[in-house]
């Protein structure tokens, strides 16, 4: 596995190639860094190949899934074959397996706002989000490193409020593996009824007077400790999760759209907003794109730890003189002093991007300083009015939450941020229900 590596961005730690899950930095907890994973990629590998409908196909050499099997002598055939066949026990289940979803520019949707608009619509994407991407590459590489074993296989685990858990149990149901999914007491009953038609063991999570943090995060780590695998949409708890998501990106580079100047993208637990950052250095390393567009991320009233942080890192460099750079390598040393639970128990019409904490916020966070972005916190009104406005330019049945990144948007336009007649990039990630 020459041209693709697993490297904890915080300390550098690495997997040995025996470990068979390796999803989690060995020093996780041990300190007070920030210990994530991340796929290194050799400038060799061929992110989009461009010869399939399934992104899962055409963008497999960017999988570490994909490099596992070959590294286990796995032809690239009989990985394209597996992917194929997952994909169809997937369509078996719901109807649908994973295409390239649409990308295109809404010139509606721009003149009320006097920029050019590009949006990425995943609201028709496996379980009605784009949270089954994520889940995808970790699907992957468990059939990869697993091989055809079906005795005494792990359970998997996952703590959501609604998306991510949807597209756990679509997938985890065609894989025939359990699930346990970990989720809060007023979860949606149509989103519990149909988990639970999945044949996922769900556990509602009821939150303590006083309890810091997400009670379904905390129910989550006790079924890891008990022995669960991460199967989530947090690149902190599983650095894979964040490849499968990479995958949004390269199909709007490969669609033959003008370049962006702006992307704006909704951030709950960060693992999005890292994949689109991740992608885009990849892209410009590789050569497929000549810059980097400036990358926006939005949060409610609600539950913003996210832009607290950011104004943290901002209020050091002013404080100290520090770079940006230097600032994020103190950061990574000082996770507890950046990102720690939303002290207010979160609330808003966008409720799938209330996390407690941003679990991806550092990469997040080095991704909006290299490009030249900003962290944003939109009201409840601009939510609404965002999710009206995207409804009736362009037809498509987003949610407030998919549809939170052009209330983003809006904010940016309204305080100057964003100039008129950028080019500007939205993701529109979750079905209304």
Request: aromatic share 6%; charged share 20%; glycine share 10%.
């Amino acid at each position: 596995m020459s041209t693709s590596r697993l490297v904890c961005a915080g300390c550098g730690w690495q997997p040995s190639g025996s470990t068979t899950y390796p999803f989690r930095c060995a020093h996780a907890g041990s300190d007070d860094g920030d210990h994530v994973l991340v796929h290194r990629l050799g400038a060799g590998a061929v992110l989009d190949r461009g010869d399939d409908d399934n992104p899962f196909v055409r963008c497999r050499e960017s999988l570490y899934a994909w490099h596992a099997a070959r590294a286990r002598g796995m032809s690239d055939a009989a990985f394209v074959e597996l992917v194929h066949r997952l994909d169809d026990r997937i369509a078996a289940v719901d109807g649908h397996g994973f295409r390239v979803t649409p990308y295109r520019g809404a010139a509606a949707l721009g003149a009320r706002l006097d920029i050019e608009v590009q949006v990425k619509d995943d609201t028709g994407n496996v379980a009605g989000s784009h949270k089954a991407r994520h889940l995808m590459g970790i699907l992957l590489y468990l059939a990869v490193a697993e091989g055809d074993e079906k005795q005494s296989l792990a359970p998997l685990a996952i703590a959501s409020c609604g998306n991510a858990a949807l597209a756990a149990a679509v997938l985890a149901c065609a894989a025939e593996r359990a699930l346990q999914v970990f989720v809060p007491s007023d979860a949606e009953p149509a989103v519990l009824d149909r988990l639970q038609t999945l044949g996922a063991t769900v556990v509602a999570c009821p939150r303590a007077p006083g309890q810091r943090g997400d009670p379904c995060v905390h129910r989550f780590h006790e079924a890891l400790r008990a022995g669960a695998l991460p199967f989530c949409c947090q690149g902190n708890e599983n650095g894979l999760a964040i490849d499968g998501g990479e995958t949004l990106i390269y199909e709007m580079l490969g669609a033959g759209m003008p370049p962006l100047d702006d992307l704006v993208v909704q951030v709950g637990g960060g693992a999005l907003a890292s994949a689109c950052m991740q992608a885009y250095a990849r892209a410009h390393t590789s050569g497929l794109i000549e810059h980097v567009p400036r990358i926006h991320t939005v949060q409610t009233q609600g539950a913003a730890p996210l832009q607290r942080a950011w104004a943290l890192l901002q209020q050091r460099c002013a404080s100290s003189g520090a770079s940006a750079e230097d600032a994020l390598r103190h950061a990574a040393a000082h996770r507890s002093a950046f990102m720690w639970p939303w002290e207010q128990v979160p609330h808003s019409v966008a409720e799938g991007i209330l996390d407690d904490e941003t679990y991806d916020w550092l990469a997040v966070l080095r991704g909006v300083a290299a490009t030249g972005g900003t962290s944003v916190v939109v009201d409840e009104d601009t939510l609404r009015q965002a999710n009206q406005l995207a409804l009736e330019t362009t037809g498509i049945a987003v949610s407030h939450t998919g549809s939170a990144g052009l209330a983003g948007v809006m904010h940016l336009r309204r305080d100057g941020l964003i100039g008129a007649g950028r080019r500007v990039g939205v993701l529109f990630t979750g079905l209304k229900r």
